[in-house]
């Protein structure tokens, strides 16, 4: 059974879950247990649908899940809201992180990626704006000129080569981006006998953190700021091992790899992953690999709206917060499978570029018809509305042009939306 079908069933299982229910729903003796017009599954369903409009708006779009009949006001779906915390939206996006690594023949036989046998991973963090109320700003802090912008901090484990968000976390903003990645790093994600080698970007590096990942074995790669490790400074463009001194007062030989980027700057790495058969073009490679966690960023903050949040409370910002990352990680699913049927049928056709699925349409479907495939009991129903998802998604591709480069302006307007990055709704 391919990904996409995989993680279907298995969401539909989750959201009719009585166990999950259970954990999911504060006071279970007392809520969701009489028959209501906004049953457990249809608020659950409508946050998962992440809508950007009123809820009569909302209501009105996915009118047959519901009663023909039914009138549900703001307050009701508030109300109702306010009954659960996230522990049914964390499940969803866990399932998704894990489905493709279930087992090495499946990954394997799916087409999975490793490099030297390692999954390589980034972290990466990223601010998040959070509605101006009392009891957010309370809990998330504050950032910016004079500490005004109520602000939180999301951190991700990116699979990169696999295109898998593994683990996301949102905290308050004083939560440290060391801090939020020590917690991710605790869980093993994928199956054993297989290393994570995790890339990190320049704000990532200080001796205290480094010491950390060797004590628990995890294999790094930190791309230095200069003046942070002298030692790597004044070296040669190269491999070089040297000996460093840790915070500890412990010695450890790590490898410092230099070399020049296009642009005519010099780029440093970091890392204790070191075989003899690496070359300097493999290590180039893996500081090219980190790119796709950055976009990953821009999908889940301008794709899919994480900031255009449906609630106005520390759970409804939590439960909005999965929701964002389930969705990511299912639009890199189809994406990966549609981008395959794509392949195929342009083999023969001589074009210039090759071509892939539009990520902002895959979006767009999600938005239409997600919902009723997450929520169909009926199997061969539930198939059939995944493959007309499929066939929406392959109506529209775009060329991949290689070494594609974009300037950054030099003073960037500050704007939300960009004409080039259209709503789906």
């Known amino acids: 059974m391919k990904t996409s079908k995989m993680v279907i069933k298995e969401s539909n299982s989750i959201i009719h879950s009585e166990e999950i229910k259970k954990r999911t729903v504060k006071n279970y003796e007392h809520h969701f247990t009489r028959t209501r017009k906004l049953t457990f599954v249809l608020l659950v369903t409508l ?17 047959p899940l519901a009663d023909a009949n039914i009138k549900v006001c703001q307050s009701a ?93 949102l905290a308050p903003f004083s939560h440290g981006e060391r801090v939020q990645a ?57 491999i070089h091992t040297i000996k460093i001194t840790l915070k500890s007062g412990k010695n450890a030989r790590i490898r410092v790899v230099k070399f020049d980027l296009p642009s005519g700057e010099t780029e440093t790495l970091v890392t204790d ?30 794709k899919i709206q994480l900031e255009n949040f449906t609630g106005r409370t520390v759970e409804a910002i939590s439960q909005d917060f999965y929701t964002c990352m389930y969705l990511t990680n299912m639009a ?30 895959i979006v767009g479907a999600f938005k239409d018809r997600l919902i009723f495939a997450l929520t169909e009991s009926s199997p061969s129903k539930r198939v059939k509305l995944v493959n007309q998802i499929f066939d929406e998604i392959k109506q529209s591709v775009v060329p991949i042009r290689p070494n594609r480069s974009v300037p950054r302006p030099s003073a960037p307007r500050v704007m939300k939306f960009y004409h080039n990055k259209k709503n789906n709704c």
């Open 273 to 302: 992953f070191y075989l003899r058969k690496m070359t300097l073009d493999d290590y180039k490679a893996l500081y090219f690999m980190r790119w796709p966690v950055e976009t990953k960023f821009d999908i889940v903050k301008n």
């Open 332 to 361: 890199a699913i189809f994406k990966a499978e549609a981008d395959e049927d794509i392949s195929d049928q342009r083999k023969n056709k001589n074009n210039k570029y090759q071509y892939q699925a539009n990520t902002n349409e």
């Open 47 to 63: 946050i998962l649908s992440h809508f950007q409009t009123t809820i009569k708006t909302a209501l009105n779009h996915f009118r």
């Open 77 to 169: 779906f508030s109300q109702a809201r306010s009954r659960i915390n996230d522990v049914i939206f964390r499940e969803l996006f866990e399932m998704t992180s894990r489905t493709g690594y279930e087992n090495r023949q499946a990954f394997n036989k799916a087409g999975g990626k490793l490099f030297y046998g390692r999954l390589i991973c980034a972290i990466d963090g990223s601010q998040v704006k959070i509605p101006n109320t009392a009891e957010l700003k309370a809990y998330f802090g504050t950032s910016g000129k004079g500490e005004k912008a109520v602000t939180g901090r999301a951190s991700a484990l990116y699979d990169i080569q696999n295109d898998i968000v593994l683990d996301a976390k």
């Open 182 to 238: 020590l917690e991710m790093l605790e869980k093993k994600h994928i199956f054993s006998g297989v290393k994570e080698l995790v890339i990190f970007d320049r704000g990532y590096y200080s001796l205290e953190f480094m010491e950390e990942l060797l004590s628990r074995g995890i294999e790094f790669v930190f791309r230095m700021p200069s003046k942070k490790l002298l030692q790597a400074d004044d070296l040669p463009k190269g």
